[in-house]
């Protein structure tokens, strides 16, 4: 496992490549491990090549989670968990789940007794519920990027990029939806979990376990953050994904959006049953991971069932004509 390192400082180019495009969704270990990027002189995968890999390393690292952990503590132990104060278990590449009673009623739908999805852009929910802010707070999830130098736990030199990247990322979402984010500036140099003053907290992490996480609309406010890991910053030069495309994925979660992955459509990658459709199935999703047999690429660009999905939740954005015939009604 690649941990406190750079991945250019310690990988070959094409398991960079692989690595950096991976951690995303897949357990850094399993891919530094492989036997597939043992040469440097290999020449790159095409990304064809690599999305079959990460497939195949997807569906691996599913099974053998599942076949060493026998009881919920073996998989416990199995299970990332953010190093720090209020650090959150990490499952299904980028999901946070906060708590150990969280965690165990994770196990014993999808580990245990693995879960079985039903046909139906998906939203989280909680018995039946929809996981989504309220319409007081919605147009005001207000937010800090920490502007302390990197070596006191902030951006440091790349605060201006993660300001540019969140603002590109926020208005993707808000000229589709009755939503609104704001930077509160203000806060950025007092920008931790204890804040109240903001909705969430923007923070660099450096643990290599993804590129970046964040928490669904009904956690406390001290678990309520964006955590941007150091390798989002090293995406290798010329190619589709990036930050900003991370930070769209990642601010879907912020809006109840779950992995569109977990869908049975998918035929892979299947996460849980705490979601209902709001649209039909959609592969190119900005909430589907390309590895999971999603057909979209990794510039990770909201669809127009992502538009029409997110508009069916909050209601459209000024401007925005929604299709209301594609909103699929609650059970």
């Not at 040469?39 to 060493?68: C, H, I, M, N, Y």
């Not at 309220?134 to 302390?148: H, I, P």
């Not at 406390?220 to 390798?231: A, E, H």
């Not at 959006?257 to 849980?272: I, K, N, V, W």
Request: hydrophobic share 35%; charged share 20%; aromatic share 10%.
């Amino acid at each position: 496992m690649v941990v406190g390192l750079s991945f250019s400082s310690v990988l070959p180019q094409r398991a960079r490549w692989l690595l950096t495009a991976t951690v995303l969704g897949l357990a850094v270990s399993v891919i530094a491990s492989s036997d597939a990027l043992a040469q440097d002189s290999t020449p790159p995968f095409s990304p064809d090549q690599g999305k079959l890999f990460l497939r195949s390393a997807a569906e691996k690292a599913r099974v053998k989670q599942k076949e060493a952990a026998k009881t919920f503590e073996e998989f416990k132990k199995s299970v990332t968990k953010e190093p720090f104060q209020n650090g959150k278990y990490i499952v299904n590449g980028d999901t946070p789940i906060s708590t150990d009673k969280g965690l165990e009623e994770f196990y014993k739908q999808n580990i245990e007794v693995p879960g079985h999805a039903t046909t139906e852009f998906a939203v989280m929910t909680i018995l039946g519920v929809d996981v989504i802010w309220k319409s007081v707070d919605k147009k005001a999830l207000t937010y800090c990027v920490n502007n302390a130098a990197a070596d006191s736990g902030g951006f440091g030199n790349r605060y201006n990029t993660v300001v540019s990247a969140m603002a590109d990322a926020t208005r993707a979402w808000e000229a589709v939806a009755d939503i609104k984010y704001v930077h509160v500036n203000a806060e950025d140099s007092n920008c931790t979990p204890a804040n109240s003053n903001v909705k969430f907290d923007v923070r660099p992490v450096n643990l290599n376990q993804y590129l970046a996480r964040a928490f669904f609309p009904n956690e406390d406010r001290v678990t309520s953050n964006v955590l941007i890991d150091n390798s989002a910053f090293e995406l290798p030069a010329g190619g589709k994904l990036s930050l900003t495309g991370i930070l769209r994925h990642e601010l879907g979660h912020t809006l109840g959006a779950r992995h569109e992955q977990t869908r049975p459509e998918s035929g892979t990658c299947f996460e849980d049953n705490d979601w209902r459709g709001v649209t039909d199935y959609d592969a190119f999703s900005v909430m589907h991971y390309p590895q999971c047999n999603g057909k979209g690429d990794w510039s990770l660009v909201l669809t127009a069932q992502d538009k029409n999905g997110i508009a069916c939740l909050y209601g459209p954005a000024p401007g925005f004509t929604i299709d209301t015939t594609i909103c699929k009604p609650k059970q």
